[in-house]
């Protein structure tokens, strides 16, 4: 449909987690990685990764999720943290807290913990003085109680 397109660098889906698949342990990622089994322990995008994450309807994590680009419409025991975007489709399912830049959230999904937006980090400017000095450049302003 119209404005409907997807905007944003996220990486190749580059692992698949096929149905009936159960792992036990930590995974690390890079690209991207889709879920239609289930993980009991923590899923990670590595430092700096455009990767993205997607659980499909059978798809369930019991542990927590860190990644850039979250698409939910299966089931995530534990505290999700997404640095970019997610998306929580019609049967997702978050029970514990998620922390969030931006969101979107259709009819029926469902959040059992507390949802907390996370401002993007933004790199002060660095400038370099005479002296050669690194300083990051701030700005704070503050106006006298009336």
Same mark, same amino acid.
């Given at each position: ?18 149905? @009936? ?8 990622? =890079? ?21 993205? =994450?997607?659980?499909?309807?059978? @798809? ?15 089931t995530v025991n534990g505290d ?13 399912? =978050? ?11 259709? =009819? ?39």
């Amino acid at each position: 449909m119209w404005g409907n397109s997807k905007k944003g660098k996220v990486g190749k889906i580059q692992t698949l987690i096929g149905h @009936g698949t159960e792992i036990k342990g930590d995974i690390s990622f =890079v690209s991207g990685l889709h879920l239609d089994g289930s993980i009991e322990g923590n899923l990670l995008a590595a430092e700096g990764a455009q990767g993205v =994450v997607i659980i499909s309807e059978q @798809g369930q994590v019991s542990g927590d999720v860190h990644v850039p680009y979250l698409i939910l419409n299966g089931t995530v025991n534990g505290d999700v943290h997404v640095s970019e975007r997610i998306e929580l489709h019609q049967k997702a399912r =978050v029970n514990g807290n998620v922390y969030y830049n931006l969101m979107e959230m259709s =009819v029926g999904a469902e959040i059992n913990g507390n949802m907390v937006h996370k401002k993007p980090l933004q790199s002060p400017r660095l400038e370099h003085d005479k002296d050669k000095k690194t300083k990051a450049e701030t700005s704070i302003s503050a106006k006298p109680a009336s």
